[in-house]
C-alpha cells in the first residue's frame, strides 16, 4: 500500500537553507579593490593603428599576385609592353629632332649661309664696278653701272632674308641692322664721287677713297662676321642631325632582350616552341631597330658626305671668290690713287692698294688649289683649273700693267686694266665667271647628298610609333593567351 508523501514542515526562522544534492555552494562574487573597474565595464577605445599608404598597398598587392603564376604573368606583360611603347617613343623622338635638324641644314641654316656669301660678294663687286666705273673717266659705261646698281639691290634684298631669319635680339640682327644703316652712306659716298669725277674735279677720288674705306673697314668685315655666325648656325645643325641615336638603340637592345627571355619562360614552362604574341612583338621591334640604324647610318654618311664635298667646298669658294673681287677693287683703286695711299713694311714703302693686291691674289692662289683638292668630279674640278689658267694670266697683265703705271705712263696702265682688249678686267671677269660655274656645281652637290640624307629618315618617326604599337599589343595578346588558360 502506497502512501502519499507528508508535506515537509516549513523551515525554522534563522535555520540555514541545506544546499540542492550533487551542486556544491557556489563562494560569491570578490568585491573588487579600491580604484579598480569592475571586469564587467566598459574598456576604454584604443588608438586606430595607422593607415597605410596606396603605394603600399599596391606593393602588397603586387608582391601576393607575383606568388601565382597568373599574377607574375600579368606583370611580364605590363612589362614587356611599357617596353616596346618607350622603344617606339624614343625612337620616334630621336628621329623627329635628327630629321628636323637635317631639314634645316637643307632648307634654312646652308642657304642661309650661302646668302651671307652672297651679300659679301655683292658689297666687293660692288666696291670693284663702282672703282671701274670712276677710273673710265666721266662717261661711265652702261654695263658697269648697272653691274654695280645690280650688286647693291642684291646686297640689300639678300640682308632682308636674312634679317627675316635671324633670331630677335640676336648677335647676327645687330650685324644685319648695322649693314642696312652702313649701306645708304657708301652708296652716297660713290654718287659724290661720280658727280665730281663727271665735272673733273680730283676732291672725287678722295671720296672714292673714302667709299672704299667704309666699305673695307666697317662694311666687309660686318658681312663676314654674319657670315662666319650663319656658318656656326650651319655647323650646329649638321651637330643636331648626325649624330646616332644611341638611346633609342640600347632601348630596342634591351626590349628585344626582354622579349626573348619571355619567349624562353613561356618555352621551358609549357614546352611550346614559340608564343605567336611574343613572336609578332619581337618582328615589330626588331623591324623598327633595322630601319632606326640603317636610315641613321645612311642619313649621317649622306650629311657627311654633303659636308666633305659640297659645304668644304663651298666655303673655300666663296672665299676664293671674295678675294678675287676684293684684289680687282685694289687694282682699280690703285691707279685711282695714283700713290697717294702708301704702307711701310720692314722698312720698304709700297704703294697700299698694289700691296693689298699681292695678298689677295696669295690668297686666291692657294684658294683655288685647295679647291682643286676637294672636287671630287670633272664637274667641279674643270672650272677650278680655268680659274687658276685664268689667274696666272691675270698676274702677267696686271705686273705689265703696274710696270707703265710705275713708269709714268697712266693711260697705258690704265687701258691695261680697263681697255678694251688684253686688260687684267678680262681676266677678273673670267675667273669670277669660273668660280659662279663651281659654286653652282658644288651647290648642287650639296643638295643632291643633303636632300638624300634627309630622306633617308622619311616616315622613321611615324612607323617606329605605330610599330611600338605592334608591338606591344602582340606582347599583351601573346601573355593574354597564357593567362586563359588558368580561367
Known amino acids: 500500500m502506497t502512501h502519499p508523501p507528508q508535506s515537509a514542515a516549513p523551515p525554522i526562522a534563522g535555520s540555514a537553507v541545506p544546499a540542492a544534492p550533487g551542486i556544491p555552494a557556489q563562494p560569491g562574487r570578490p568585491a573588487p579593490a579600491p580604484g579598480h573597474a569592475p571586469p564587467h565595464a566598459p574598456q576604454p577605445p584604443r588608438a586606430p593603428r595607422p593607415g597605410r599608404t596606396a603605394f603600399a598597398e599596391g606593393a602588397e598587392k603586387l608582391r601576393a599576385a607575383a606568388t601565382t603564376e597568373p599574377g607574375r604573368l600579368r606583370l611580364i606583360g605590363a612589362v614587356l609592353a611599357l617596353l616596346v611603347v618607350t622603344f617606339g617613343a624614343v625612337t620616334a623622338w630621336q628621329s623627329s629632332e635628327r630629321a628636323a635638324a637635317a631639314d634645316d641644314v637643307l632648307h634654312r641654316s ?82 659724290r664721287a661720280r658727280t665730281y669725277n663727271r665735272q673733273g674735279y680730283p676732291v672725287g677720288g678722295a671720296y672714292l677713297r673714302y667709299a672704299n674705306e667704309k666699305m673695307q673697314t666697317e662694311m666687309l668685315p660686318a658681312a663676314e662676321d654674319l657670315y662666319t655666325k650663319e656658318n656656326a648656325r650651319l655647323d650646329a645643325d649638321y651637330g643636331d642631325a648626325t649624330p646616332y641615336p644611341w638611346a633609342a638603340i640600347a632601348l630596342g637592345v634591351l626590349t628585344l632582350a626582354g622579349l626573348g627571355w619571355a619567349q ?200 617606329a610609333a605605330a610599330l611600338a604599337v605592334l608591338g606591344a599589343a602582340g606582347a599583351l595578346a601573346g601573355i593574354g593567351r597564357r593567362l586563359s588558360e588558368y580561367r
Open 110 to 191: 646652308q642657304p642661309l649661309s650661302s646668302g651671307a656669301a652672297d651679300i659679301y660678294r655683292s658689297l666687293a663687286d660692288a666696291n670693284t664696278a663702282a672703282s671701274s666705273g670712276f677710273l673710265a673717266g666721266g662717261q661711265e659705261p652702261a654695263s658697269t653701272r648697272d653691274r654695280y646698281e645690280k650688286d647693291i639691290s642684291a646686297a640689300a634684298s639678300g640682308l632682308v632674308t636674312a634679317a627675316a631669319n635671324a633670331e630677335p635680339g640676336s648677335a647676327s640682327e645687330a650685324t644685319i641692322a648695322r649693314l642696312n644703316r652702313l649701306l645708304p652712306e657708301y652708296k652716297g659716298l660713290v654718287e
Open 264 to 463: 624562353r619562360r613561356d618555352y621551358l614552362r609549357t614546352n611550346r616552341v614559340l608564343n605567336h604574341g611574343l613572336v609578332a612583338a619581337g618582328c615589330a621591334t626588331v623591324v623598327a631597330l633595322l630601319w632606326l640604324s640603317v636610315g641613321h647610318t645612311v642619313a649621317r654618311s649622306e650629311l657627311t658626305g654633303s659636308y666633305d664635298h659640297g659645304i668644304r667646298s663651298l666655303t673655300v669658294l666663296h672665299d676664293a671668290r671674295i678675294a678675287s673681287l676684293k684684289a680687282r677693287g685694289n687694282e682699280n683703286l690703285s691707279l685711282v690713287a695714283r700713290g697717294a695711299e702708301t704702307v711701310t713694311v720692314d722698312g720698304k714703302q709700297y704703294d697700299t692698294y698694289y700691296y693689298d693686291f699681292d695678298k689677295d691674289m696669295t690668297v686666291l692662289g692657294k684658294g683655288l688649289s685647295r679647291a682643286e683638292q676637294l672636287a671630287d668630279d670633272s664637274g667641279g674640278t674643270a672650272p677650278v683649273k680655268s680659274a687658276e689658267a685664268g689667274t696666272a694670266l691675270w698676274k702677267q697683265r696686271h705686273t705689265a700693267a703696274r710696270t707703265e703705271d710705275e713708269n709714268g705712263d697712266y693711260q697705258q696702265a690704265l687701258d691695261k686694266v680697263i681697255g678694251a682688249k688684253g686688260t687684267t678686267g678680262e681676266c677678273f671677269d673670267g675667273v669670277d665667271s669660273d668660280l659662279a660655274r663651281a659654286i653652282g656645281h658644288e651647290q648642287a652637290e650639296f643638295q643632291r647628298a643633303a636632300t638624300s640624307g634627309r630622306d633617308a629618315m622619311t616616315g622613321l618617326p611615324v612607323g
